[in-house]
């Protein structure tokens, strides 16, 4: 299999997990869409790099986060992305309207997170382990659970709150 | 809504989104190579105003060059024909071609090569129409006087206010060639080391 192939299937296998990372750290449609195709092009960049030391969605989720801050950071507009609108589903396409209220509270309580603790408690609601997390972030296990208890602490407090 | 909740939104929502498969292998491959276009796109928009403006102005004069009426009027028309023509049109044409190297498909070597000269094509193209725009001035000056009001300047004496003009002019193109020069050398270059970057 060529190349592009496999890195398109990957694109496709794990599109979802790209989108979840850019709805989390970004709120506008088009930043979303500038984000999602920044994160392929570091994906394609450096996938020739990736070994196979780790899974390859621990790498994904590394060059996709780090790529998101990086965007964050810089919050500047590209001219002219490649339309990916259809690709994206926004919150009015759920069908089940619980879920979307749900998730218009989730998107809500964490813009009130910094940067870090957003990418934590996203690879936390991924379902991944604090050792996962650590894996992914760079940090240590025992910093992750501390950092993690606190940022559970700050979104229970402002969701008593309102 | 408590943290459980918000986990259960959470993987509901992912759930809804693995089924989706909405992106092509043609998007994917897209997106990668948009993103090297992106870095030409501006200058191309500049560029295509400006050669539009030229090719207005080029057929103007065309439509009025019965009104040169000395052999030099129509040299300097000529002239200014040719600069309003060729240069924009072979500085849209190189931009056509940096942007349409395939860096997903062409080998790495190739490609870099292609850039690089593609690439000082077009910054020498830049320094030939900054270099041109100044003597240009010469002749660009007598052929629309002439065609708007009528004067050859050549047999008239310039007042003291015109040479103000032509002065603060020259000075305003000084600074606006360093600027647009400028930006096309930052963006050769990032888009350069995007295609280092892609080895």
Not at chain 2, 24 to 39: G, S
Not at chain 2, 159 to 174: C, G, P, W
């Amino acid at each position: 299999m060529q190349k592009e192939e496999v890195f398109t299937d990957l694109i496709r296998e794990h599109q979802a997990l790209l989108y979840k990372v850019t709805s989390i750290y970004t709120d506008k449609k088009e930043d979303q869409e500038d984000l999602f195709q920044e994160i392929v092009f570091q994906l394609w960049k450096y996938f020739d790099s990736f070994r196979n030391d780790s899974k390859i969605t621990t790498w994904m989720y590394r060059v996709a986060m780090n790529t998101a801050i990086t965007f964050v950071k810089k919050k500047k507009r590209r001219p002219d992305s490649v339309s990916v609108a259809d690709v994206f589903i926004t919150q009015s396409d759920y069908k089940d309207d619980v879920l979307e209220e749900q998730l218009k509270l989730l998107y809500q309580q964490l813009q009130h997170l910094n940067t870090l603790e957003k990418g934590l408690i996203f690879l936390l609601l991924e379902g991944k382990s604090y050792k996962e997390i650590a894996q992914i972030t760079g940090l240590s296990d025992s910093n992750v659970g501390t950092k993690i208890s606190r940022i559970k602490k700050k979104l229970k407090t402002n969701m008593t709150k309102q | 809504m408590d943290i459980e909740e918000l986990q259960s939104a959470w993987t509901q929502m992912s759930n809804e989104l693995n089924q989706q498969k909405k992106l092509t292998n043609q998007i994917i491959l897209d997106m990668t190579k948009q993103k090297y276009q992106n870095k030409f796109t501006t200058i191309t928009k500049y560029e295509t105003l400006g050669a539009l403006i030229c090719f207005a102005i080029a057929f103007f004069i065309l439509i009025n060059f019965q009104k040169l009426d000395t052999w030099y009027l129509q040299v300097c028309g000529i002239l200014t024909l040719s600069f309003l023509i060729v240069l924009p049109a072979m500085v849209l044409s190189t931009l056509k071609r940096i942007k349409n190297i395939d860096i997903l498909n062409g080998s790495y070597k190739d490609n870099l090569k292609l850039y690089l000269k593609t690439k000082n094509r077009l910054l020498r193209l830049q320094q030939i129409g900054i270099a041109v725009g100044f003597i240009g001035l010469v002749f660009i000056v007598p052929v629309t006087s002439k065609i708007i009001s009528n004067k050859n300047v050549f047999l008239t004496s310039l007042k003291t206010e015109q040479y103000l003009i032509f002065a603060i002019t020259m000075v305003a193109m000084v600074f606006f060639c360093k600027w647009a020069y400028n930006g096309y050398l930052k963006v050769t270059r990032s888009a350069q080391e995007l295609l280092q970057d892609l080895e």
